[in-house]
């Protein structure tokens, strides 16, 4: 479980701070990048790393033998609702300064990888995931399918029951307890009407390469490291800054929903 002090210790360091700063200009890199210029030894960045993730402020994805670092709002974000919430300033605060880092980070591998740490067992955590009397509380959608590598996913809006259908939304892997994976849902007019967006957006990102979002879950403990990777783009992508206002939404809620048995 990561704690307060653990942040706030790791956050004190400036040589960190300074990999932080690296990482919120350009995430997904390895140690080899972030060592560039910055005057220290390949060691010394790599313990900071090491502090840094174990205070979840830094999370990595394995490319091959590449081991590539993002800067994870998450523990910030975790640490600001508390204390929002204890002088009665809305949440919403805590989110727009977290979609306001995030949004204006650009991104040297076109991906994002979001992590949090959830109070429940991974048996919970894939129910949570997969079953629609989870995902309609937290999420607001709901999928249809057998959950097998290859199948196809009818995604449901709950509030006005719009199906989001398409031969090439499938499954791409389901490990329960362990990882699940799929395509994203088509960006359709029938989606941007049930979300309010805009039909112009939808005509520019109609022709961008279908994504994909990940969820790798490793139990620590009493509690799950959920860790989220969403690729697929090109590196011109207009969905892909999106993520940074939608994902910690989701994520939130659903870590408030098997904590405390309410979404946000």
């Given at each position: 479980?990561?704690?307060?002090?653990?942040?706030?210790?790791?956050?004190?360091?400036?040589?960190?701070?300074?990999?932080?700063?690296?990482?919120?200009?350009?995430?997904?890199?390895?140690?080899?990048?972030?060592?560039?210029?910055?005057?220290?030894?390949?060691?010394?960045?790599?313990?900071?790393?090491?502090?840094?993730?174990?205070?979840?402020?830094?999370?990595?994805?394995?490319?091959?033998?590449?081991?590539l670092h993002y800067l994870n709002?998450?523990?910030?974000?975790?640490?600001?609702?508390?204390?929002?919430?204890?002088?009665?300033?809305?949440?919403?605060?805590?989110?727009?300064?977290?979609?306001?880092?995030?949004?204006g980070t650009p991104m040297s591998?076109?991906?994002?990888?979001?992590?949090?740490?959830?109070?429940?067992?991974?048996?919970?955590?894939?129910?949570?995931?997969?079953?629609?009397?989870?995902?309609?509380?937290?999420?607001?959608?709901?999928?249809?399918?057998?959950?097998?590598?290859?199948?196809?996913?009818t995604w449901r809006v709950d509030?006005?029951?719009?199906?989001?259908?398409?031969?090439?939304?499938?499954?791409?892997?389901?490990?329960?307890?362990?990882?699940?994976?799929?395509?994203?849902?088509?960006?359709?007019?029938?989606?941007?009407?049930?979300?309010?967006?805009?039909?112009?957006?939808?005509?520019?990102?109609?022709?961008?390469?279908?994504?994909?979002?990940?969820?790798?879950?490793?139990?620590?403990?009493?509690?799950?490291?959920?860790?989220?990777?969403?690729?697929?783009?090109?590196?011109?992508?207009?969905?892909?800054?999106?993520?940074?206002?939608?994902?910690?939404?989701?994520?939130?809620?659903?870590?408030?929903?098997?904590?405390?048995?309410?979404?946000?």
């Amino acid at each position: 479980m990561l704690r307060d002090d653990d942040v706030f210790r790791a956050l004190a360091d400036g040589s960190r701070r300074t990999l932080l700063d690296r990482l919120d200009a350009a995430g997904g890199q390895t140690l080899r990048e972030l060592c560039a210029g910055l005057g220290m030894t390949r060691q010394s960045v790599s313990k900071h790393l090491t502090v840094l993730e174990e205070a979840g402020l830094v999370t990595s994805v394995r490319r091959g033998r590449e081991k590539l670092h993002y800067l994870n709002a998450a523990p910030v974000s975790d640490i600001a609702e508390r204390w929002i919430n204890r002088y009665h300033r809305r949440r919403v605060d805590a989110l727009a300064d977290l979609k306001k880092a995030l949004e204006g980070t650009p991104m040297s591998r076109p991906e994002f990888v979001y992590t949090t740490y959830i109070r429940t067992t991974p048996e919970q955590l894939w129910k949570a995931l997969t079953e629609p009397a989870f995902t309609r509380q937290y999420w607001g959608v709901t999928f249809d399918t057998d959950w097998r590598p290859g199948s196809t996913m009818t995604w449901r809006v709950d509030k006005n029951g719009t199906e989001l259908a398409d031969p090439e939304q499938v499954v791409l892997a389901a490990e329960p307890y362990t990882r699940l994976s799929f395509t994203w849902h088509t960006m359709s007019e029938e989606w941007a009407k049930a979300f309010d967006i805009d039909l112009d957006y939808v005509a520019k990102v109609a022709h961008e390469p279908r994504s994909r979002a990940t969820f790798e879950i490793e139990q620590q403990g009493e509690h799950c490291k959920l860790t989220v990777v969403h690729d697929g783009f090109d590196a011109d992508s207009l969905v892909l800054p999106s993520l940074g206002d939608g994902w910690p939404q989701v994520i939130a809620s659903l870590k408030s929903l098997l904590e405390t048995g309410r979404p946000l």
